[in-house]
């Protein structure tokens, strides 16, 4: 049976772009999947825990030798993976922020490189491979070729080195500009604003059409 990993990391609210990109791929993937199973984590309203001092080490040493702290870190890394793992396609909502990505989208790539779980322990070989890895990214101002800020956006570069380990490979359809409709400064990109998001609804509404017919 197909299934659906649905992820937000926006802390917008209604207001966030990147929410609603993501809910639109997901109606998509139902519409094409009748009969799918969807599973919802919601990264900007319940974060993971970041790695610490107490607990990131729960990694590194034999199940026996954890703290009660690094135990229940473990337990929800596994949680992490299998919600990855039981998942055919996953749609990823990634707003950019200071030029890079959510915290809360760090620990979670961060709870996923688990050796025995999402890669091999011995061997280091990804187990997470063959999976429809969609990212669904919104970004406030222009970072594209020839911009002043080209480069800026760390976000999309890092996504696909820090979960390189899983096999996970993602994919990206990004709306920028997302701010032109708020900051006074922006008015003049508006056309271009709209043109990027109407540009990213198309590309998500193709996703699937062949499933569907």
Known sequence: MPHLLHIDS???GERSVSRALTARAAAAWRA???AGVVTYRDLGADPPPHLDSATGTARMIPPARRTPAQQASWELTERLVGEVARADTIILGLPLYNFGPPSAVKAWV????????SLDAETQAPLLAGRDFLVLASRGGGYGEGTPREGWDHAEAWLGHGVALTGLEPRFITAELTLAAVTPAMAGLLPLAAESLAAAERAIDAQWVAVAA
Do not use: V, W
């Open 110 to 117: 961060d709870h996923l490189i688990a050796p025995g779980l």
């Open 32 to 34: 094409a999947h009748p």
């Open 10 to 12: 926006s802390i917008q």
